[in-house]
């Protein structure tokens, strides 16, 4: 899986306001990060299943109630996404998670869990700490026009950010899908 041979567009989705309601707090708490391996590395959002299932659609109508504008609530997710991950709050500590990527397609999104052999954990226990929760907000999220998903920019993830050791930076990505899981935001405009 090489995503970065083909030129993809990606756009900066975190320049100006935007609006974080209940529903797309639901909505990224659903997103599965998986990992790119291009450049240096990044978490990535599953461009199959943003959302936990392959019906992407559908996912946001049963969030929202709404089934038609699915195609801009998720734009607006990406963008909500951005200042998410820029604002929301989180303790350290050891959090569980079902790993949604153990019944996906191994070749669309990477998994830094997943051995040779192509398994993968299907429960995740992790120790969230301060060095993760640190380069979080530096996270340099794009939106990727190629997979329709936001991404976070495998050249230079934390922009101007060094990347840290290789494995806290690989750790980013089981650290970023509980700080979206159980990271704390008030619903509100967020810069």
Not at 49 to 75: C, F, K, L, M, W
Not at 134 to 144: E, G, N, T, Y
């Given at each position: 899986?090489?995503?970065?041979s083909?030129?993809?567009?990606?756009?900066?989705?975190?320049?100006g306001t935007?609006?974080?309601?209940?529903?797309?707090?639901?909505?990224?708490?659903?997103?599965?990060?998986?990992?790119?391996?291009?450049?240096?590395?990044?978490p990535?959002?599953?461009?199959?299943a943003?959302y936990g299932?392959t019906s992407?659609?559908?996912?946001?109508?049963?969030?929202?109630?709404d089934?038609?504008?699915?195609?801009?609530?998720?734009?607006?997710v990406?963008a909500a996404?951005?200042?998410?991950?820029?604002h929301?709050?989180?303790?350290?500590?050891?959090y569980?998670y079902?790993?949604?990527l153990?019944?996906?397609?191994?070749?669309?999104?990477?998994?830094?869990f997943?051995?040779?052999?192509?398994?993968?954990?299907?429960?995740?226990t992790?120790?969230?700490?301060?060095?993760?929760?640190?380069?979080?907000p530096?996270?340099a999220v794009?939106?990727?026009?190629a997979?329709d998903?936001?991404?976070v920019d495998?050249?230079?993830?934390?922009?101007?950010t060094?990347?840290?050791d290789?494995?806290?930076h690989?750790?980013?990505?089981?650290?970023?899908q509980?700080?979206?899981?159980?990271?704390?935001?008030?619903?509100?405009?967020y810069?």
């Amino acid at each position: 899986m090489r995503l970065g041979s083909v030129i993809q567009a990606r756009t900066d989705v975190m320049a100006g306001t935007t609006e974080i309601t209940l529903e797309r707090i639901a909505l990224i708490r659903r997103l599965v990060v998986g990992w790119n391996p291009d450049g240096a590395g990044a978490p990535m959002i599953h461009p199959d299943a943003p959302y936990g299932s392959t019906s992407r659609d559908d996912d946001i109508a049963n969030v929202t109630g709404d089934d038609e504008g699915a195609d801009e609530e998720h734009r607006a997710v990406g963008a909500a996404f951005a200042a998410f991950v820029r604002h929301a709050v989180l303790k350290p500590g050891r959090y569980q998670y079902h790993n949604p990527l153990a019944k996906l397609d191994p070749g669309r999104a990477g998994d830094v869990f997943r051995d040779a052999d192509g398994a993968t954990p299907e429960h995740i226990t992790f120790d969230v700490t301060e060095a993760h929760l640190a380069l979080i907000p530096h996270l340099a999220v794009r939106w990727d026009d190629a997979l329709d998903v936001p991404c976070v920019d495998a050249q230079a993830p934390y922009g101007a950010t060094p990347v840290p050791d290789a494995a806290l930076h690989h750790e980013m990505q089981p650290a970023l899908q509980i700080f979206l899981r159980y990271a704390d935001i008030a619903p509100g405009d967020y810069d």
